[in-house]
């Protein structure tokens, strides 16, 4: 959620996707206890159906590493992750429950119909064209402000947006100006920075979440 994070409002207010995401629900459904409870009871009294009932149950709750589990030819371990997270990447899939990732991946071929409903959709794993910088040139000298511009990405799911950064850092530690584009719209315009340096920039779709390469650009005073 790098780009959907760090979005404050001018009241100082923190509109960030990532941190309202955080408390909800979905972002929760792993670490559920009253949901852990009940498939602790259940594993317990019919404990021949223990590794079933798991699979079953992580479909809504855990249904991103119940996804990469079955992709490896293995079933949801519900109790195999600790809902605090743990070290490994399937930990990780576990205690983030409900993602906006994996909703945003879910592909249109079954969707709506009842066995989508119920743990049974599909994720579109087909690769996605990512979005490539057009303007400025590399290494280009421009006068602030300037546009920016980019051929437009393409995805299965489709494109809501695009997110662009603009950062002194080649590592993007620190990001001097972002901002967010609706799609179609394939350009912006880039003002408020410091003149006489060098920046990089780099953008990527709001829903196929492919990063562009970065370009540094040698800004001019304007």
Same mark, same amino acid.
């Given at each position: 959620?790098?780009?959907?994070?760090?979005?404050?409002?001018?009241?100082?207010?923190?509109?960030? %996707?990532?941190?309202?995401?955080?408390?909800?629900? %979905?972002?929760?459904?792993?670490? $559920?206890?009253?949901?852990?409870?009940?498939?602790?009871?259940?594993?317990? $009294?019919?404990?021949?159906?223990?590794?079933?009932?798991?699979?079953?149950?992580?479909?809504?709750? %855990?249904?991103?590493?119940?996804?990469?589990?079955?992709?490896?030819?293995?079933?949801?371990?519900?109790?195999?992750?600790?809902?605090?997270?743990?070290?490994?990447?399937?930990?990780?899939?576990?205690?983030?429950?409900?993602?906006?990732? %994996?909703?945003?991946?879910?592909?249109?071929?079954?969707?709506?119909?009842?066995?989508?409903?119920?743990?049974?959709?599909?994720?579109?794993?087909?690769?996605?064209?990512?979005?490539?910088?057009?303007?400025?040139?590399?290494?280009?000298?421009?006068?602030?402000?300037?546009?920016?511009?980019?051929?437009?990405?393409?995805?299965?799911?489709?494109?809501?947006?695009?997110?662009? +950064?603009?950062?002194?850092?080649?590592?993007?530690?620190?990001?001097?100006? +972002?901002?967010?584009?609706?799609?179609?719209?394939?350009?912006?315009?880039?003002?408020?920075?410091?003149?006489?340096?060098?920046?990089?920039?780099?953008?990527?779709?709001?829903?196929?979440?492919?990063?562009?390469?970065?370009?540094?650009?040698?800004?001019?005073?304007?």
């Amino acid at each position: 959620m790098a780009c959907h994070n760090g979005l404050v409002t001018a009241a100082g207010e923190d509109v960030s %996707m990532g941190f309202l995401w955080r408390p909800t629900m %979905m972002a929760n459904a792993a670490r $559920d206890p009253y949901w852990r409870a009940g498939v602790r009871r259940e594993t317990l $009294d019919r404990p021949a159906a223990a590794a079933a009932i798991q699979d079953e149950c992580s479909k809504c709750h %855990m249904p991103m590493m119940r996804y990469a589990a079955h992709v490896d030819g293995q079933k949801g371990a519900v109790f195999a992750h600790p809902p605090t997270g743990g070290v490994t990447p399937a930990a990780h899939l576990a205690a983030d429950g409900v993602s906006c990732s %994996m909703c945003h991946q879910v592909a249109a071929g079954n969707l709506g119909t009842e066995e989508s409903l119920v743990g049974g959709f599909r994720v579109e794993e087909a690769a996605p064209r990512a979005p490539r910088p057009l303007s400025p040139a590399d290494s280009a000298s421009v006068t602030l402000p300037f546009t920016i511009a980019w051929a437009a990405a393409s995805d299965p799911s489709g494109i809501l947006a695009y997110n662009w +950064q603009v950062s002194a850092s080649s590592t993007f530690a620190k990001i001097s100006r +972002q901002d967010s584009v609706m799609a179609p719209a394939t350009s912006d315009v880039v003002s408020g920075l410091a003149v006489g340096q060098k920046f990089q920039f780099r953008l990527r779709s709001g829903v196929a979440r492919q990063r562009s390469n970065a370009l540094q650009v040698s800004f001019s005073n304007g």
